[in-house]
């Protein structure tokens, strides 16, 4: 079983960063791969950026040139950097994991929000 806990959210204001951190516990992370999901209040959650372990990385068309996604094995951590945040990156930050196709292992997410 793979526990993940996030931390890094906050309040920030437009323009400006957040560093979001996925520390994993139960298992070595270094054979997942691993994905950063936002949902927003009455929107579906959605994949945002995701690591694979080659680290081939994937990032939303809304996110793209803004957000880094990371991984540090060593530390069986994944990071998301958000620079140039916007209002309407405003959501709960979610971390997860997958050995195949499904992401099976979730955080219990961190807020997000970006004031205008």
């Known amino acids: 079983q793979v526990r993940l806990v996030e931390s890094g959210g906050g309040l920030v204001q437009a323009g400006g960063s957040l560093r979001l951190s996925c520390v994993a516990s139960?298992?070595?992370?270094?054979?997942?791969?691993m994905g950063w999901f936002r949902q927003a209040p009455g929107k579906e959650r959605e994949l945002i950026a995701a690591?694979?372990?080659?680290?081939?990385?994937y990032y939303a068309d809304s996110v793209k040139g803004r957000f880094t996604i990371s991984r540090d094995n060593a530390r069986n951590a994944v990071y998301l950097q958000m620079n140039s945040l916007k209002p309407g990156d405003t959501a709960v930050y979610f971390c997860?994991?997958?050995?195949?196709?499904?992401?099976?292992?979730w955080g219990q997410g961190t807020q997000v929000t970006v004031s205008s």
């Open positions: 139960g298992r070595t992370l270094s054979n997942y791969g």
């Open positions: 690591i694979s372990s080659g680290r081939m990385t």
């Open positions: 997860s994991a997958r050995e195949s196709s499904r992401w099976d292992y």
